[in-house]
């Protein structure tokens, strides 16, 4: 008894292999499947080049703020004051509260803050800034701040001036070694009332933390100067909390109150913005929803190239059944085709998304030229460019759904060309 040959075999290589370098003439490869091959490649590599902007806008976002602001701020719930009627929330103790938050697991810096909203002058110029009074120490272990490569000037000097973000730099038209002058309404309280504090300072330290909202506004002083320019003597705002794992931080609240005390209070990155976050991954999840139904519609076209095919080869497909060959073996033919394309065509879309994503500083800037500039704008989308991150579990996700795909649809035209009777398919030959 002969035994049937072993499932794609290398006879039925070689006849799709026939099949798909035919010319047209021959009814071989139809234009749609060239159409199938093209529309296959684009939707993979417009799946993996959205993945991979997608992860590094993400990763850009959460890089610039892990590096630019504290993962948890510790303050006080607040005390009304009997003189003035206003709740206040300093912390007097912060030498000891700032201890003790340091003996928690995980905490990898603590820095007491003095915050305020100034104005900021130089020359004609105005700007409102958000000053942080910090210790030079804690300041050079920021490290969106503290980044040589991003910034002006020498922060070692930083208890002789400020240092102010590049944003608030080009407002005021200043660079390193110039004045400028930090205006608080909440200055020195004299019989008369409260006069306005002006105080000048020299610009010591420029910095580009990468995020346009911080640029802009951000301003540090030395500790020690910022308690008196804001009245704090012997005081803090703030603690800032810099933790080992930003994205467990959740699971550091509990340990964090107990060692700050009954009347602080915590508020976390992931408070901050966490909504936008959550956006963001809702808007992940329908660009790959839309993105799959492009490769779906692209891997239909293989649908109707195999089809045609089919019709093109009836008389081939009725002489191959007649000398012996199995329902299977011209199943898995035909099977071979229009895997054979989506394979092509995931192989070239794979290629194309990860060069986009791998050189996108320069296809963005070729585009910005093209557009004559301007075509991100940082003070609407947060980052001074648009970042890709290439990650390997985005491009198996984009194969496996272009193959999955491709595969699918294959199987039905398959089986029409198996099922077909040969002597219909010989009757008028």
């Known amino acids: 008894m002969a035994r049937s040959p072993a499932p794609f075999a290398a006879f039925e290589w070689m006849i799709a292999w026939r099949y798909l370098r035919a010319k047209r003439a021959e009814g071989g490869v139809s234009v ?31 890089d610039t703020i892990l590096g630019a602001n504290a993962h948890v701020t510790i303050y006080n719930i607040g005390s009304v004051d009997g003189q003035t009627g206003q709740i206040d929330r300093t912390i007097e103790d912060f030498a000891a509260m700032a201890e003790r938050v340091r ?18 002058n130089a020359r004609d110029r105005n700007a409102g800034v958000q000053v942080f009074g910090i ?26 001036g400020i240092a102010i973000g590049s944003g608030v730099a080009q407002e005021l038209g200043v660079t390193v070694g110039e004045r400028i002058r930090l205006i608080s309404p909440n200055g020195v ?11 000048a300072y020299e610009v010591v330290y420029i910095f580009s933390a990468g995020r346009y909202d911080i640029d802009r506004v951000r301003v540090y002083l030395p500790f020690a100067e910022a308690q008196t320019f804001f009245n704090r003597d012997g005081r803090a705002d703030e603690l800032e909390v810099i933790v080992e794992e930003p994205e467990n931080v959740a699971a550091l609240t509990l340990p964090l109150l107990r060692a700050a005390g009954e009347r602080a209070q915590l508020w976390s990155w992931q408070d901050s913005s ?46 191959l059944r007649t000398m012996g060959l199995t329902e299977g073996s011209v199943l898995r033919v035909f099977f071979i085709c229009g895997a054979f394309t989506g394979l092509i065509g995931t192989a070239m879309g794979v290629v194309l998304g990860c060069l986009f994503a791998i050189y996108i500083d320069p ?13 991100w704008d940082p003070s609407i ?39 077909m009777n040969p002597v219909e398919a010989l009757r008028y030959e």
Do not use: C
Request: glycine share 8%.
């Open 189 to 199: 309280k004299t019989p008369l009332g409260t006069s306005p504090r002006v105080n």
């Open 32 to 62: 749609m499947t060239w159409i199938s091959l093209i529309g296959i490649t684009l939707a993979v590599f417009a799946l993996i080049a959205t993945l991979a902007v997608r992860s590094g806008f993400r990763a850009e976002f959460v």
């Open 381 to 419: 989308r947060g980052i001074y460019h648009l970042p890709a991150k290439l990650q390997v579990g985005d491009v198996m996700s984009a194969v496996a759904l272009s193959l999955g795909l491709s595969f699918v649809v294959t199987i039905f035209p398959a089986r029409r060309a198996a099922r």
């Open 103 to 120: 003996g928690v697991p995980g905490v990898v810096r603590v820095a007491p803050l003095i915050k305020g909203q100034v104005m900021a």
């Open 135 to 160: 210790a030079p120490d804690d300041l050079e272990r920021i490290p969106r701040v503290a980044d040589p490569e991003t910034s002006l000037g020498d922060i070692a000097r930083f208890e002789e």
């Open 274 to 319: 966490g909504s936008f976050l959550r956006a963001l991954e809702v808007e992940d999840n329908v660009m790959f929803v839309i993105l799959s139904i492009l490769v779906l519609i692209a891997a239909m076209n293989i649908t109707s190239g195999l089809i045609m095919l089919v019709k093109n080869k009836g008389r081939d497909i009725g002489i």
């Open 363 to 375: 296809i963005f800037s070729f585009v910005n030229v093209v557009m004559g500039g301007q075509v």
